[in-house]
């Protein structure tokens, strides 16, 4: 073999490792040359997407400018009493005329469709159809619907090419200046639909109606605060202000405030403002428009150019790189080949498993790679001795004992002296895993997945033998008592205890589970009748519930647990183990239901039950689609003034052929499933929503705050704060205004609630704990939790006790101490008034005051109190 031949595999490879690097770095810079090519396409993309929602907003404000004359020329035609003129005939001459600029609207319509056609051609050629179609409509309100239609198809046009303008990953001031573009855009287009629709209802024209103006003028001004508002460009934010203050601006808001107030039909007078203030209004929003959507495109533009420009210098920086790169791994492979090439076969034989002498000659560098290939060659001869003596099980042999010189001698030595141990402690890993995976770790006793297999496994057993199995599940009661006095620790030893408690009660063939927490199962089998599983229970019960000295604890002081128990009995052929357990589940629930401490058994009584609350969750989750639930409100009086000051939203169940279903009946369904959760959902957003429509009503309810109940499930979600903001957002109130109202004890139930408290407090929103005083909440943590009002049980303020009204008192003085409000429920009685008046009750609510009523029929009267404490509707 000649030395050139000797040399190029050597050659070829080092070559192969010095390309992978650059070949890389090529596909890094390959990567990163795409990335910023697409920002450049993203960008240009964005741009005309932009182009396109401003061409076919130009489109849809011509279209809203041209039905202003065509309903306001309605509207002077239609004929009316002197009463509802309110116009000079010379001011109704001017308004004729601005209606004769139909034509002009007109021809500036086909302008803007024109000049979207170029951006979004199928939009502005829909435009066009819908436009024949409106101009040519037979009488105004049909007009106006094809017109409305029109609005609302240009609208969602804009909306989509915005938001997909916003997929394109705009970054910095063009997002902030799309923002602002959005809140604008938006802001114009309800300004001209609320003018319409209100000049729709003094035409007469059908098409809509008062509620309808009421929404849309009540979004414009929703939408006109938040671009006054925004911080994204306050130039844009003053520019808007300023256009909002422009005569003619203050003369239309005059008009639809006016309007907006009173359910009067519309003066002419009002249509002559409206068809000579219009044009002006909109072209003062209009340039805000324009100058929200110049912004738009500058920056689009900008960013455009920014990424070309960045693309460019990636370019010429990956090349200089490369290059670079080539030249020196070139010199370098010619450096190390050469030196390396005298050592290569000696290496290829070494590595094709022939133990070959090395041969120690040339440079230093080589002599010292060479000295070391030879050390190991002879190492690996001894270790190649030492494997054939193990893989031959003469494990006591000389060369097996003798070690290797060297780390690798005493690694081969300590290695094959541990195989045999290896081998046993595998084996007694795999039992110990087994038994882990099987098995409780504080009580050893089967966990829940043991605990469906053995179910399942005497299940068959039964089936073939024609016998049947049964399950006591057994609960303990006041566990969660001892953990809160004693610690976790405590708690741990004494399910210990009881673990042992309840083996030592069983059959020797019985088998005690834990499930988890402090359930436990007894699994028997070959079961005669239920009586002997009742005894069994009974049995458990008082084994269970004996006294339990713990560790750390003083000697005289012992700690005591009672249980429930559920029966469940497999009859033969059912082979469902998580069945099984579920009933012996729904049966301990009825025992702990029935006052704890017993043993109830499953039946086709709770069968029955179960099926009927299955079918009544179904029932309630179709009406609450269908919408046959309803909010009734109770007042809540301020104790001092004797004026409604807030109302509690409670949940009724209007179903067809039952009739009005009281709360009690289906609320525990509900709270049994995430059905409560879509419940609550519905209640925050329909109590928001009756609050904004009182406000537009005016009158006594107007202002009113409002009260909802949240479950302890619904509260334990991710989604509450979601679902508050939603009905927030949605009804445009201030979070000021709701309070959430929660039990008390779900702050000892739920870990979470309190960290959800704390977000919607944040955002404004109130927090009462209701039925306060039943829970496990003591007054001394009251400085610590995150609400603002207490609500006092009824149960409390209705005893006639002297020591309950003693508390409520204490309650009210330790409520005031950490700065909460109080609200007394259940109050019926004006002896029960005179008690919270004289210990500084802030509110009250009760069947004294008003009963839960719908919202139409919520009381208007307020309620004084004379100076014996007695209460008299004013």
Same mark, same amino acid.
């Given at each position: 073999?000649?030395?050139?031949?000797?040399?190029?595999?050597?050659?070829?490879?080092?070559?192969?490792?010095?390309?992978?690097?650059?070949?890389?770095?090529?596909?890094?810079?390959?990567?990163?040359?795409?990335?910023?090519?697409?920002?450049?396409?993203?960008?240009?993309?964005?741009?005309?997407?932009?182009?396109?929602?401003?061409?076919?907003?130009?489109?849809?404000?011509?279209?809203?400018?041209?039905?202003?004359?065509?309903?306001?020329?309605?509207?002077?035609?239609?004929?009316?009493?002197?009463?509802?003129?309110?116009?000079?005939?010379?001011?109704?001459?001017?308004?004729?005329?601005?209606?004769?600029?139909?034509?002009?609207?007109?021809?500036?319509?086909?302008?803007?469709?024109?000049?979207?056609?170029?951006?979004?051609?199928?939009?502005?050629?829909?435009?066009?159809?819908?436009?024949?179609?409106?101009?040519?409509?037979?009488?105004?309100?049909?007009?106006?619907?094809?017109?409305?239609?029109?609005?609302?198809?240009?609208?969602?046009?804009?909306?989509?090419?915005?938001?997909?303008?916003?997929?394109?990953?705009?970054?910095?001031?063009?997002?902030?200046?799309?923002?602002?573009?959005?809140?604008?855009?938006?802001?114009?287009?309800?300004?001209?639909?609320?003018?319409?629709?209100?000049?729709?209802?003094?035409?007469?024209?059908?098409?809509?109606?008062?509620?309808?103006?009421?929404?849309?003028?009540?979004?414009?001004?929703?939408?006109?605060?938040?671009?006054?508002?925004?911080?994204?460009?306050?130039?844009?934010?003053?520019?808007?202000?300023?256009?909002?203050?422009?005569?003619?601006?203050?003369?239309?808001?005059?008009?639809?405030?006016?309007?907006?107030?009173?359910?009067?039909?519309?003066?002419?007078?009002?249509?002559?403002?409206?068809?000579?203030?219009?044009?002006?209004?909109?072209?003062?929003?209009?340039?805000?428009?324009?100058?929200?959507?110049?912004?738009?495109?500058?920056?689009?533009?900008?960013?455009?150019?920014?990424?070309?420009?960045?693309?460019?210098?990636?370019?010429?920086?990956?090349?200089?790189?490369?290059?670079?790169?080539?030249?020196?791994?070139?010199?370098?492979?010619?450096?190390?080949?050469?030196?390396?090439?005298?050592?290569?076969?000696?290496?290829?034989?070494?590595?094709?498993?022939?133990?070959?002498?090395?041969?120690?000659?040339?440079?230093?560098?080589?002599?010292?790679?060479?000295?070391?290939?030879?050390?190991?060659?002879?190492?690996?001869?001894?270790?190649?001795?030492?494997?054939?003596?193990?893989?031959?099980?003469?494990? *006591?042999?000389?060369?097996?004992?003798?070690?290797?010189?060297?780390?690798?001698?005493?690694?081969?030595?300590?290695?094959?002296?541990?195989?045999?141990?290896?081998?046993?402690?595998?084996?007694?890993?795999?039992?110990?895993?087994?038994?882990?995976?099987?098995?409780?770790?504080?009580?050893?006793?089967?966990?829940?997945?043991?605990?469906?297999?053995?179910?399942?496994?005497?299940?068959?057993?039964?089936?073939?033998?024609?016998?049947?199995?049964?399950?006591?599940?057994?609960?303990?009661?006041?566990?969660?008592?001892?953990?809160?006095?004693?610690?976790?620790?405590?708690?741990?030893?004494?399910?210990?205890?009881?673990?042992?408690?309840?083996?030592?009660?069983?059959?020797?063939?019985?088998?005690?589970?834990?499930?988890?927490?402090?359930?436990?199962?007894?699994?028997?089998?070959?079961?005669?009748?239920?009586?002997?599983?009742?005894?069994?229970?009974?049995?458990?019960?008082?084994?269970?519930?004996?006294?339990?000295?713990?560790?750390?604890?003083?000697?005289?002081?012992?700690?005591?647990?009672?249980?429930?128990?559920?029966?469940?009995?497999?009859?033969?052929?059912?082979?469902?183990?998580?069945?099984?357990?579920?009933?012996? *589940?729904?049966?301990?629930?009825?025992?702990?239901?029935?006052?704890?401490?017993?043993?109830?058994?499953?039946?086709?009584?709770?069968?029955?039950?179960?099926?009927?609350?299955?079918?009544?969750?179904?029932?309630?989750?179709?009406?609450?689609?269908?919408?046959?639930?309803?909010?009734?409100?109770?007042?809540?009086?301020?104790?001092?003034?004797?004026?409604?000051?807030?109302?509690?939203?409670?949940?009724?169940?209007?179903?067809?052929?039952?009739?009005?279903?009281?709360? *009690?009946?289906?609320?525990?369904?509900?709270?049994?499933?995430?059905?409560?959760?879509?419940?609550?959902?519905?209640?925050?957003?329909?109590?928001?929503?009756?609050?904004?429509?009182?406000?537009?009503?005016?009158?006594?309810?107007?202002?009113?705050?409002?009260?909802?109940?949240?479950?302890?499930?619904?509260?334990?979600?991710?989604?509450?704060?979601?679902?508050?903001?939603?009905?927030?957002?949605?009804?445009?109130?201030?979070?000021?205004?709701?309070?959430?109202?929660?039990?008390?004890?779900?702050?000892?139930?739920?870990?979470?609630?309190?960290?959800?408290?704390?977000?919607?407090?944040?955002?404004?929103?109130?927090?009462?704990?209701?039925?306060?005083?039943?829970?496990?909440?003591?007054?001394?943590?009251?400085?610590?939790?995150?609400?603002?009002?207490?609500?006092?049980?009824?149960?409390?303020?209705?005893?006639?006790?002297?020591?309950?009204?003693?508390?409520?008192?204490?309650?009210?003085?330790?409520?005031?101490?950490?700065?909460?409000?109080?609200?007394?429920?259940?109050?019926?009685?004006?002896?029960?008034?005179?008690?919270?008046?004289?210990?500084?009750?802030?509110?009250?609510?009760?069947?004294?005051?008003?009963?839960?009523?719908?919202?139409?029929?919520?009381?208007?009267?307020?309620?004084?109190?004379?100076?014996?404490?007695?209460?008299?509707?004013?």
């Amino acid at each position: 073999m000649t030395p050139s031949r000797r040399g190029r595999p050597l050659q070829s490879t080092l070559l192969a490792l010095v390309l992978v690097p650059v070949v890389g770095l090529t596909a890094v810079a390959g990567v990163a040359v795409d990335d910023r090519l697409d920002r450049a396409r993203d960008a240009e993309a964005a741009l005309a997407e932009v182009r396109a929602a401003i061409a076919l907003d130009e489109v849809r404000d011509a279209v809203a400018q041209e039905v202003v004359p065509v309903l306001a020329a309605a509207a002077l035609a239609r004929p009316r009493g002197p009463a509802a003129s309110g116009a000079t005939p010379e001011q109704v001459e001017r308004a004729l005329g601005a209606t004769a600029a139909r034509a002009a609207s007109t021809a500036a319509t086909d302008l803007a469709v024109a000049a979207a056609s170029p951006v979004d051609g199928e939009g502005a050629r829909t435009a066009a159809r819908a436009l024949a179609g409106a101009r040519t409509a037979p009488d105004p309100g049909t007009g106006f619907g094809r017109y409305d239609a029109l609005l609302h198809d240009l609208g969602g046009h804009v909306g989509d090419h915005l938001r997909a303008a916003r997929t394109l990953g705009l970054e910095g001031e063009l997002s902030a200046a799309l923002n602002d573009l959005q809140r604008v855009s938006r802001a114009h287009a309800l300004a001209g639909k609320e003018v319409a629709f209100h000049l729709a209802v003094a035409a007469g024209a059908g098409a809509v109606d008062r509620e309808d103006f009421l929404r849309v003028w009540g979004a414009y001004h929703q939408a006109a605060a938040d671009v006054r508002d925004a911080d994204d460009d306050p130039a844009v934010a003053r520019a808007w202000e300023d256009a909002d203050r422009s005569a003619a601006a203050l003369r239309v808001d005059g008009v639809l405030a006016a309007a907006a107030r009173s359910d009067g039909e519309p003066a002419l007078g009002d249509v002559v403002v409206l068809a000579t203030s219009v044009p002006e209004r909109n072209a003062a929003q209009r340039a805000v428009l324009a100058r929200a959507a110049g912004a738009v495109v500058e920056r689009a533009q900008r960013q455009a150019d920014e990424a070309r420009r960045q693309l460019q210098q990636l370019l010429v920086l990956c090349g200089v790189v490369v290059a670079a790169t080539l030249t020196g791994t070139l010199l370098a492979r010619r450096a190390i080949a050469r030196p390396l090439g005298r050592l290569a076969e000696q290496s290829r034989a070494v590595a094709a498993g022939e133990l070959v002498d090395v041969e120690e000659n040339g440079p230093a560098e080589v002599r010292v790679v060479a000295q070391g290939l030879a050390a190991a060659v002879d190492s690996l001869r001894r270790v190649q001795a030492q494997a054939d003596a193990i893989a031959a099980g003469d494990l *006591d042999c000389e060369v097996v004992r003798t070690p290797v010189p060297g780390p690798l001698g005493a690694f081969v030595h300590a290695s094959v002296t541990q195989v045999i141990t290896a081998f046993h402690e595998r084996e007694r890993l795999q039992a110990d895993l087994a038994h882990q995976a099987a098995h409780d770790a504080l009580t050893e006793l089967p966990n829940r997945a043991q605990t469906l297999v053995l179910t399942e496994r005497a299940l068959h057993r039964a089936a073939r033998q024609h016998g049947r199995v049964g399950l006591l599940f057994v609960d303990l009661d006041h566990f969660k008592a001892v953990n809160d006095s004693f610690g976790h620790a405590a708690g741990d030893e004494l399910l210990r205890v009881v673990a042992s408690r309840m083996h030592e009660t069983v059959r020797g063939g019985d088998v005690v589970c834990r499930l988890g927490g402090d359930e436990f199962v007894v699994l028997v089998e070959g079961v005669e009748d239920e009586k002997g599983l009742v005894d069994l229970g009974e049995r458990l019960i008082r084994a269970v519930s004996a006294p339990v000295a713990l560790t750390g604890l003083p000697q005289a002081q012992h700690v005591r647990v009672g249980a429930s128990v559920g029966v469940a009995v497999g009859t033969p052929g059912a082979l469902d183990a998580e069945r099984l357990v579920r009933d012996a *589940d729904a049966a301990v629930y009825r025992a702990k239901s029935a006052g704890r401490g017993v043993v109830e058994v499953f039946d086709d009584e709770l069968r029955a039950e179960l099926s009927a609350r299955a079918e009544l969750e179904t029932a309630l989750r179709r009406g609450l689609d269908g919408g046959e639930l309803v909010l009734h409100y109770q007042p809540v009086l301020d104790l001092q003034t004797g004026r409604t000051r807030s109302v509690e939203a409670l949940v009724r169940w209007q179903r067809p052929g039952h009739g009005l279903v009281p709360p *009690d009946s289906f609320i525990p369904v509900a709270e049994a499933s995430s059905l409560v959760c879509d419940l609550g959902r519905w209640a925050l957003a329909e109590a928001t929503a009756q609050l904004v429509r009182w406000d537009v009503e005016g009158g006594h309810r107007a202002g009113l705050d409002v009260a909802v109940n949240i479950s302890g499930r619904h509260l334990a979600q991710a989604h509450l704060l979601d679902d508050v903001t939603d009905a927030l957002t949605a009804s445009g109130i201030a979070a000021s205004r709701l309070t959430v109202e929660i039990t008390e004890t779900v702050l000892v139930d739920e870990p979470l609630a309190l960290e959800h408290l704390r977000s919607l407090r944040e955002i404004g929103v109130r927090v009462a704990i209701d039925d306060f005083g039943t829970g496990y909440t003591s007054i001394g943590q009251l400085s610590r939790l995150p609400v603002d009002v207490l609500k006092i049980d009824r149960s409390f303020v209705s005893s006639p006790e002297a020591g309950n009204g003693d508390l409520v008192r204490l309650l009210i003085s330790a409520a005031h101490s950490f700065s909460l409000g109080v609200v007394a429920e259940g109050v019926e009685e004006d002896t029960q008034l005179s008690a919270l008046l004289a210990a500084s009750c802030d509110a009250a609510q009760g069947f004294l005051f008003a009963r839960p009523v719908p919202a139409d029929d919520l009381p208007a009267a307020a309620f004084a109190v004379d100076g014996a404490g007695r209460g008299a509707r004013s």
